[in-house]
C-alpha cells in the first residue's frame, strides 16, 4: 500500500487568506494511505522543503502531494527536493489549490475550503497509479542559430561565440544592425548610434566563431531542442558578393530611383541599392521589383558599370541546411501604419512624418545631412508639433499597449530640434508621460527646463492642412482648453508594432505569439527569455516594446540562458510523454497526422505507429484523436484522469444530498 | 465642432524678453519646472472661486498668455495662503508668483477683474502708510468710499465694532520714518518701471 505524505501551503495569505488550510489538513489526514498531513505558511521555502524531506525519512513515505501553486511555478522545486531523500521524483504531485481555488473563489471561504480538499482527493487518486519514471536522455548540438541581425540578435551572437560557442546570425537585410542603424543619437545619453553598433560590427565580422549571413530568410525548422535542423534561404541579390568590392559604381549609375525605405521616404535609392547608407563597405543587392532589366529586360547599366564582373541577373536562391541546439529569436519591431489613422494626415500631408523619419532627419549621414527640414519645401521649421501615442494605447482602434520608447524619444526629438533649428517650439501632446528606467526622468525634466519643451495634456484630434501650415486641433486637458496650432511639421511617436512576417516565422518555429504577434515568453517573470516551445530563446522587441537598454539586458539574457543550457552534455527531457499500447493500436496512422511535433512515426515492419519520445512535448492531441485508445500518456492514463473525475462527481453528489437533508427532502 | 477657442502664442512672433521669462525674472522662480501634478490646485482654498486654477496660470505663463494670465480674477482671488508653495515638489512659490503677477497686472494697466479686491489692497496699503500698522476702522471707511459699496458686511462690521474689534482711535508705531523710508523707495522702483 501507498504511503502518502499531503503538504498544504499557505502561501502567506494567498491560499491560507481565503481556504481553512489546517482543516484541510485534517480531512486529509484521516484517509486512509494519507500517513502525513500537515501545512506550512511557505511549502516553497528552505524551512518547507526541509519539513517534506523530514516527512519523506521519518514517515517512510513513498508519494508526495503538495497541494501550493500552479505546477508551473514550484512542481520542478519540490520534484528535486523529492529526489533529494532518494525517491523517484515523478511520485511527487503538485495539486494547484491557489490558481484554481483561493484566488478565484475568494469570497467563499467554506466552498474553497471544500473544492480545496476535493482537489487533493482527486491529486491522490492520480497519484496512486503514478510510476516511477526515469528522465530521458537526448544528445546536444552545441551551435546556435540567430534570427536577426539587430542589436538584440548582435548581442545575443557575441556573447555566445565568446564563450565559444558556434554562432549563425541571420539577417533578411544586406545589412546587419537593424533599426538602431537608423536612429540619430540614443537617449538618455545621447550616444550616437553608430558609436553603439560599430564596435559591435567589427566584433560579429572578424569573429572566427560567428557566420554572420546577410540577405538570407529561415525556410524551414525541423527536429527539437538540442537539434534543430534549419534550412535557410540565401536570397539571390543578383549580385556576386564574393567578386563585389563595394565600389558603389552600380548603385551611382542606376537610372532607377524609388523611395528609400530605410530613409522613410525622404530620399530616393536605386533599384540597385544598399540598405543603409554608404560607407560601411555594405554590397548591393538589386530589387528585382523596380529593376528595368527584370521589367522590361533591357537594362544592363549596373553590368557595363561593374569593372569586377559582379553583377548576375541569373543568380537564384540558394538553400542551407544548418543543425543547431538552440534558436534565438531577435526579430525586432516595424512602425504601425500610421496612414491607418485617417485624422492625423500621415502619408497625405507631407509635412506629417513619424519618428523614425525624424531620426533619419536627426543623422549626420541621413537624407538632409543632419538639418532638420520640412519634406514639402525644404524648410527649417519653427513651430513642431509631437504626437504621443500615435495608434499607442487605443484598446478600441489599434493597439491597446505602451510602446514605451515614445516618452523618451519624443523628448529626445525635441531636445535635439531646438539644438538643430534655432528659434524652433516643440509642443508635445502626451497622455501620460513614462520615464521608467535610469535616468530618464531627469533626461526628461533637464529637457523640459532648458529647451522650453511645451507639454499639453490630451490626444489631438485633427490635423490638417492649411496654406503651407499643418493645422493641429487638440485639447490641453491639464487647463480643459481647446488648443489649436499652425504648425510647419507634425511627427507622430507611433506605435511599435512586432516585424512584419513575425506570424509566418512563428508558425515554422512553433514559437507561440499574443493577439498583437508578440512572442510569448515562457512567464513573465520566472522565464522571461525563453519561449514556451523548448529550445527557443527571445530577444528584443519581437518580445514586446522595449527601448535598447532593456533589449541588450534581454539579450545577454538569452546568451547565458542558452550558456547554461549547453553546459550539460546530453539534454535531459521530462519522460511524461505519449506511449503506445502495441497489442491495441491498429495503425490507421491519425496520430501521425495531428502531431504538431513531428514525434509519431509509423513502424512498417509491425504496422503499428510510434512514439518519438524525444519529439514528444506531451500534449496530449493523439491520445485524443486515437480510435482505439491505444495511445496513453505517461502518469496522465485515462484510468488516472477518470479516477479524478469520479472524485469530484461523488463530491457534487454528497454534496446535494447534504443540500437536501438540509432542506428537508 | 466647437471651434478652438484659442491658439498657444507663436514662437514667430517673439519680441524681446517673453512673458515667462519676465515672470521668471521678477518673481525669481524657475517656473519651466511644473510638470502640472496638481498638489498647488488641489489644495487651493480659493481655487473654487477661480476662474483658471492655480496650476493652470503657471501653465499659461509656459505657454506665453500675458493678457488672459494677467487679466485673471485668479490672481486677485489669491489670500496668499502659501498652501501651494510649501507643497510643490519642484519649490515653485507659488503664492508669491500671484503676486508678482498682481503687480505685473498693475503695472501694465491691465483693469483687474475682481476690483474690490485691488481696492481692498490699495485701502491697506493706504492704512500702513499712515500708522504704521493696519487702523481698520479708517481702512473701512476709505475702502467704502473708493468703492462705493457700502452695504455689503455692514452687519458683519457692527458685530466686530460692538465686540471692541475697530478701536476708534489709531495707534502709531513708534518706527514710523523707516515706514515712510520703505514706502519712499518701493515707490521709486515703482517710478522706474518695475
Not at chain 1, 569593372?307 to 540558394?318: F, P
Not at chain 2, 503677477?101 to 481696492?119: H, N, P
Request: charged share 25%; net charge neutral; with cysteine.
Amino acid at each position: 500500500m501507498k504511503k502518502i505524505g499531503v503538504f498544504i501551503c499557505h502561501c502567506g495569505v494567498n491560499i491560507a487568506g481565503t481556504v481553512d488550510v489546517k482543516r484541510v489538513a485534517r480531512e486529509i489526514g484521516e484517509i486512509e494511505d494519507v500517513v502525513h498531513s500537515e501545512d506550512y505558511i511557505y511549502m516553497c521555502s528552505d524551512p518547507g522543503q526541509l519539513l517534506i524531506r523530514k516527512a519523506i525519512r521519518e514517515d517512510g513515505l513513498n508519494g508526495v502531494v503538495v497541494a501550493c501553486c500552479s505546477p508551473s511555478m514550484h512542481e520542478v522545486t519540490f520534484r528535486k527536493a523529492v529526489k533529494a531523500e532518494g525517491l523517484n521524483p515523478y511520485v511527487c504531485e503538485i495539486a494547484n489549490i491557489r490558481e484554481h481555488c483561493s484566488w478565484v473563489h475568494q469570497r467563499d471561504t467554506e466552498r474553497a475550503t471544500q473544492k480545496a480538499a476535493e482537489i487533493i482527493r482527486s491529486v491522490l487518486e492520480k497519484l496512486r497509479q503514478n510510476e516511477a519514471l526515469e528522465t530521458l536522455t537526448m544528445p546536444l548540438t552545441k551551435r546556435v542559430l540567430v534570427v536577426g541581425g539587430g542589436i538584440a540578435g548582435i548581442t545575443t551572437s557575441v556573447d555566445l561565440a565568446d564563450a565559444g560557442y558556434e554562432v549563425i546570425l541571420v539577417e533578411r537585410r544586406p545589412s546587419v544592425g537593424g533599426k538602431l542603424l537608423q536612429l540619430s543619437q540614443t537617449f538618455p545619453s545621447l550616444d550616437d548610434s553608430r558609436c553603439l553598433l560599430g564596435p559591435k560590427r567589427v566584433e560579429i565580422r572578424g569573429h572566427p566563431k560567428i557566420k554572420v549571413m546577410l540577405y538570407c530568410e529561415v525556410e524551414e525548422v525541423k527536429g527539437f531542442v538540442g537539434n534543430f535542423d534549419v534550412r535557410i534561404r540565401a536570397k539571390s541579390a543578383y549580385v556576386d558578393w564574393e567578386k563585389c568590392t563595394a565600389c558603389g559604381q552600380c548603385v551611382e549609375k542606376c537610372p532607377v530611383k524609388v523611395p528609400s525605405e530605410f530613409e522613410r521616404g525622404l530620399k530616393v535609392r536605386k533599384a540597385i541599392y544598399t540598405w543603409a547608407p554608404p560607407g560601411d563597405s555594405a554590397k548591393p543587392v538589386i530589387d528585382p521589383g523596380q529593376c528595368s532589366h527584370f521589367l522590361d529586360d533591357d537594362c544592363a547599366i549596373c553590368q557595363e558599370a561593374c569593372s569586377e564582373k559582379a553583377i548576375d541577373y541569373h543568380q537564384e536562391d540558394r538553400y542551407f541546411e544548418e543543425r543547431v541546439g538552440a534558436i534565438v529569436v531577435a526579430t525586432g519591431y516595424d512602425l504601425f501604419p500610421m496612414e491607418m489613422i485617417g485624422e492625423y494626415g500621415y502619408g497625405r500631408i507631407l509635412d506629417v512624418i513619424d519618428g523614425l523619419a525624424f531620426e533619419r532627419m536627426l543623422s549626420p549621414s541621413g537624407p538632409t545631412g543632419g538639418e532638420i527640414r520640412r519634406p514639402s519645401d525644404g524648410r527649417i521649421p519653427r513651430e513642431v508639433v509631437f504626437i504621443q501615442c500615435a495608434a499607442s494605447r487605443d484598446p478600441e482602434r489599434y493597439m491597446p499597449y505602451c510602446s514605451r520608447v515614445c516618452c523618451m524619444y519624443t523628448a529626445k526629438h525635441a531636445k535635439l530640434l531646438k539644438r538643430k533649428a534655432s528659434g524652433a517650439q516643440p509642443y508635445i501632446f502626451f497622455m501620460d508621460i513614462r520615464t521608467d528606467s535610469k535616468g530618464y526622468e531627469q533626461f526628461l525634466q533637464r529637457a523640459i527646463e532648458e529647451e522650453e519643451l511645451i507639454y499639453l495634456r490630451g490626444r489631438v484630434a485633427r490635423v490638417f492642412q492649411e496654406g503651407d501650415k499643418v493645422m493641429v486641433w487638440g485639447e490641453d486637458t491639464l487647463t480643459n482648453r481647446k488648443v489649436e496650432i499652425a504648425a510647419d511639421m507634425v511627427v507622430l511617436a507611433t506605435a511599435i508594432v512586432p516585424s512584419q512576417g513575425i506570424q509566418d516565422l512563428a508558425a515554422k518555429l512553433r514559437a507561440t505569439t499574443d493577439r498583437h504577434g508578440f512572442l510569448t515568453e515562457a512567464h513573465i517573470k520566472l522565464y522571461p527569455v525563453e519561449s514556451p516551445t523548448k529550445g527557443l530563446f527571445l530577444a528584443g522587441c519581437g518580445q514586446g516594446p522595449k527601448d535598447i537598454t532593456d533589449t541588450v539586458a534581454q539579450a545577454s539574457a538569452t546568451a547565458s540562458k542558452i550558456q547554461s543550457l549547453f553546459s550539460q552534455d546530453v539534454l535531459s527531457q521530462d519522460p511524461l510523454v505519449a506511449f503506445v499500447d502495441p497489442e491495441i493500436c491498429s495503425g490507421c496512422g491519425i496520430c501521425v497526422q495531428v502531431c504538431p511535433y513531428e514525434a509519431r512515426e509509423m513502424d512498417e515492419y509491425r504496422g503499428i505507429s510510434r512514439v518519438h519520445e524525444a519529439l514528444c512535448q506531451g500534449c496530449g492531441a493523439c491520445i485524443a484523436s486515437c480510435p482505439n485508445n491505444a495511445c496513453e500518456l505517461r502518469n496522465s492514463k485515462a484510468v488516472q484522469v477518470f479516477r479524478m473525475i469520479e472524485v469530484f462527481e461523488d463530491q457534487q453528489k454528497r454534496g446535494s444530498a447534504d443540500e437536501r437533508a438540509v432542506h428537508g427532502h | 465642432m466647437r471651434e478652438p477657442s484659442m491658439g498657444i502664442e507663436p514662437s514667430e512672433g517673439k519680441k524681446g524678453r517673453s512673458f515667462i521669462e519676465e515672470v521668471q525674472e521678477r518673481s525669481g522662480e524657475n517656473i519651466r519646472l511644473c510638470y502640472q501634478c496638481l498638489k498647488c490646485t488641489a489644495g487651493c482654498p480659493t481655487a473654487p472661486y477661480m476662474d483658471f486654477n492655480p496650476n493652470a496660470i503657471v501653465r499659461m505663463i509656459q505657454w506665453g498668455l500675458k493678457q488672459e494670465v494677467l487679466e485673471s480674477k485668479a490672481i486677485w482671488l489669491c489670500v496668499s495662503c502659501e498652501a501651494c508653495g510649501t507643497r510643490c515638489p519642484n519649490d515653485i512659490d507659488i503664492g508669491l508668483l500671484m503676486d508678482t503677477l498682481r503687480e505685473m497686472s498693475l503695472d501694465e494697466g491691465y483693469q483687474a477683474r475682481e476690483k474690490g479686491i485691488v481696492t481692498l489692497h490699495n485701502a491697506f496699503m493706504e492704512s500702513i502708510r499712515r500708522g504704521g500698522r493696519v487702523h481698520e476702522a479708517t481702512m473701512m471707511v476709505e475702502y467704502k468710499l473708493r468703492s462705493g459699496d457700502y452695504w455689503t458686511d455692514l452687519v458683519s462690521g457692527v458685530k466686530l465694532f460692538m465686540k471692541g474689534k475697530f478701536p476708534l482711535l489709531p495707534r502709531r508705531i513708534k518706527g514710523m520714518n523707516s515706514i515712510r523710508e520703505i514706502y519712499r523707495k518701493a515707490q521709486k522702483k515703482v517710478d522706474k518701471g518695475g
